[in-house]
C-alpha cells in the first residue's frame, strides 16, 4: 500500500517526467504486475517519460523502450532491450538427460552444436552456435545417440545475459544460491 501510495503522490501534479528508484522492492508478484501495468500506461496513454532504477531486470526487459547497465558508477551498456538482447546472440540450451548417468555422454553431443555453458547438476547446457534453428538437430542426433531426455529447456538471451557480458560479474543471488548461468535476476541497478 505505501508504494501505491508513494506512485499516487508522485502523479498528483501530472508531471510529464517520473523519477521512480525501485519501485517494486518488497512487492508480492501481484501488486509488481499492477506496478508494471500502470507504469506502462503512463508511458503509453498520458506520455509521461519514466526514469526507473530497478535490480531487477526482468522488470526493465518489460518496461523500459531503453535500458543502461550501470556497473560500479559507469554505463557499461545501453540500448533497447531488444538490441541488447541480440549482442549476446545465441540462446541457450539446457538438457537433463532421462538416466543421470547418461550426462557425459549427453554433454558431448550437445558440444557439437554449440560452447558449453555452466548447468545445474545433472543436467548439460550449451550455447548454441545456430540459434533456434539447430534444435531440431540436437533432438535428431540425441535419438540416433540413443539418449533419452528427461528435459529439454531453451532460454532466449536475457538482459541478465546482458549484465554478465559486460561485467564480466557473476550475479550475487545466482553464485549464492549455486546456480547456473541463466539467473533469475540481477543486484546491479538498472536505469531505464
Do not use: C
Amino acid at each position: 500500500m505505501k508504494r501505491r501510495l508513494d506512485l499516487a503522490l508522485a502523479l498528483v501534479h501530472q508531471p510529464r517526467v517520473l523519477f521512480l528508484d525501485e519501485p517494486t522492492t518488497g512487492l508480492d508478484p501481484s501488486s509488481r504486475s499492477d506496478l508494471w501495468e500502470e507504469v506502462a500506461r503512463l508511458a503509453r496513454e498520458d506520455g509521461v517519460t519514466v526514469f526507473l532504477t530497478t535490480q531487477y531486470l526482468e522488470e526493465a526487459d518489460v518496461l523500459a523502450d531503453r535500458v543502461g547497465i550501470i556497473d560500479a558508477g559507469r554505463i557499461v551498456a545501453e540500448g533497447s532491450p531488444e538490441a541488447l538482447k541480440d549482442e549476446i546472440g545465441r540462446p541457450a540450451l539446457e538438457v537433463v538427460p532421462r538416466d543421470p548417468r547418461q550426462r557425459d555422454a549427453l554433454a558431448a553431443v550437445l558440444e557439437r552444436f554449440g560452447i558449453p555453458a555452466t548447468a545445474p547438476p545433472g543436467a548439460a547446457a550449451v550455447r548454441l552456435n545456430g540459434g533456434n534453428d539447430a534444435l531440431a538437430d540436437v533432438v535428431r542426433t540425441l535419438d540416433v545417440e540413443g539418449i533419452p531426455v528427461g528435459d529439454f529447456q531453451l532460454h532466449a538471451p536475457s538482459l541478465d545475459d546482458v549484465f554478465l557480458a559486460r561485467t564480466g560479474k557473476q550475479l550475487a543471488a545466482a553464485t549464492q544460491a549455486g546456480e547456473h548461468d541463466i539467473p533469475d535476476h540481477a543486484p546491479e541497478p538498472v536505469t531505464t
